[in-house]
């Protein structure tokens, strides 16, 4: 006689156990609209890559007068892209990288890479090594800058003063050369190798520690003289516009004479120049951050 079957238990199918988001965590984050104001920096900041780079390859082609204005261009989009997303309010960890990015390109290579095509390859080697070394020291001078920026705390005369010449104040002196070529001076050995010796003396003053006034401070224009500042600068745009190179000359000279009455402004200020500026290092390997 056959045994009755016994039946089988039947199985509960259990419901998928709900994550703990740790791998929606590791996809990244989802996508969501940015707004537009957001994006505006950043554009700017593309825009002045695009001008550096055109730079180079207008200098390629000859047009050294163009490729010139272009990496003055770009010198313009990186002053105003930090100013303009402060105003926007749509600052980021984003655009802070991507300046640093078109910074490198803009104010290194693009005017190392002018500058030996338009002069310093008559010098041969010597001339490519002044190129090199100019353009190391704007990434090396970027990397400091960047460090010291991102200190909690910092000392007080870090919103008037930069350690070492700006990378876009480096970018427009390092083509002086170029400037009086286009005015006339024969871009010869000669001039080729002291256009390098003057390349390698700015790429010192772009790693020096020297105070260099950033205009950044809130020093205020007596009202009486307003007027006055506002025509001053609308002469200086108009020579600019109508004797270019001259006025960059001018301009060029103005900046190296006015660096030694920085310094000696800073000294009266603040004393002798300390051995750490900032809190922790002034931004070299091996300070603790």
């Not at 770009?74 to 600052?91: N, S």
């Not at 745009?237 to 009455?261: C, H, K, N, Q, R």
Request: with cysteine.
């Amino acid at each position: 006689m056959e045994e009755p079957q016994q039946e089988k238990p039947t199985e509960t199918v259990q419901p998928p156990a709900e994550t703990d988001g740790s791998n929606d965590k590791a996809r990244g984050p989802r996508l969501r609209e940015i707004p537009l104001r957001l994006m505006i920096p950043n554009m700017i900041t593309v825009l002045a890559i695009c001008a550096g780079l055109s730079g180079i390859r207008l200098a390629f082609e000859n047009r050294v007068e163009l490729a010139v204005a272009m990496v003055l261009f770009a010198a313009f989009l990186d002053g105003i892209d930090g100013r303009v997303a402060r105003l926007l309010k749509a600052t980021s960890s984003f655009g802070g990288q991507m300046d640093s990015l078109a910074d490198i390109i803009n104010f290194g290579v693009a005017p190392a890479l002018v500058l030996y095509v338009f002069v310093l390859d008559q010098a041969r080697s010597i001339g490519w090594i002044a190129a090199l070394i100019y353009a190391i020291a704007t990434g090396l001078r970027l990397a400091r800058f960047n460090v010291m920026a991102e200190r909690q705390v910092k000392a007080s005369w870090q919103s008037e003063y930069f350690v070492g010449v700006p990378a876009p104040a480096g970018a427009m002196l390092v083509l002086l050369p170029v400037y009086l070529g286009l005015l006339g001076l024969a871009p010869d050995r000669l001039f080729a190798l002291i256009a390098s010796a003057y390349t390698v003396l700015i790429a010192f003053l772009l790693v020096s520690r020297l105070p260099v006034w950033s205009g950044k401070s809130e020093n205020r224009v007596r009202r009486d003289l307003v007027l006055p500042a506002i025509l001053v600068v609308v002469f200086y745009v108009a020579t600019l516009m109508t004797y270019t190179w001259e006025t960059m000359v001018v301009t060029a000279l103005a900046y190296l004479i006015s660096l030694p009455f920085g310094a000696r402004s800073w000294q009266r200020k603040y004393g002798d120049w300390p051995a750490h500026p900032a809190q922790g290092g002034d931004g070299l390997p091996g300070d603790n951050d």
